[in-house]
């Protein structure tokens, strides 16, 4: 999980320094929309995100360059014009909506990381309010106008659901009605 964000911290670096010419072709939100859930491309990122990782002979080796990384993808985040268009993954986009599908990313990780902590830890922190309010904004537009998560789903659950971390219930199934079919929103 380590080693896949820091390849998006690499997307992030590579992004930034990579202006496009406009106009945008997807947002924040439309970005996911080239990238459904079970497809065989995200079959082949896994698979090479494991085997990437695998690489190292130690865990430490990737929280080390993550450790380098990260920070430098978040300064050059925060010197970037929001307004400027970037490009990554064949898309142009402005900067603020790369950075919130980054930070939607981060956060369904984030709670990949924590979500087995919490049989141990059960006061494992969750993903920041800010990012999970991202991450759920983001979910609310895949998830269009005419249909809304069931009022009993924390942010937590919604983004677990939402991203097939978590089953939907039989409950859900009917909550939702012909929207479950939908789920997962994004992998």
Sequence with gaps: MLHHLLADAQ??????AS???GPA??????Y???FPAGDADSARHAWWARRSAAAFDRPA????????TAPAAVRAATAADPDQL????GHVLRVADLLATLTTEAAVHHLDLTVDLTVD???????GPLARTVAVTTMDGLLSDDAVRPAGWTDEEYLL???GRLPLTDADRTDLGEVAGWFPLLG
């Design 11 to 16: 997307r992030a670096l590579v992004a930034l």
């Design 19 to 21: 202006p496009a010419h």
């Design 25 to 30: 072709d997807v947002d924040d939100v439309t």
């Design 32 to 34: 996911w929309r080239s």
């Design 61 to 68: 080796g990737v929280v080390r360059l993550w450790a380098d």
């Design 86 to 89: 970037v490009s990554t993954q």
């Design 121 to 127: 830890l059960p006061d494992a922190p969750g993903p």
């Design 161 to 163: 659901k939402a991203t």
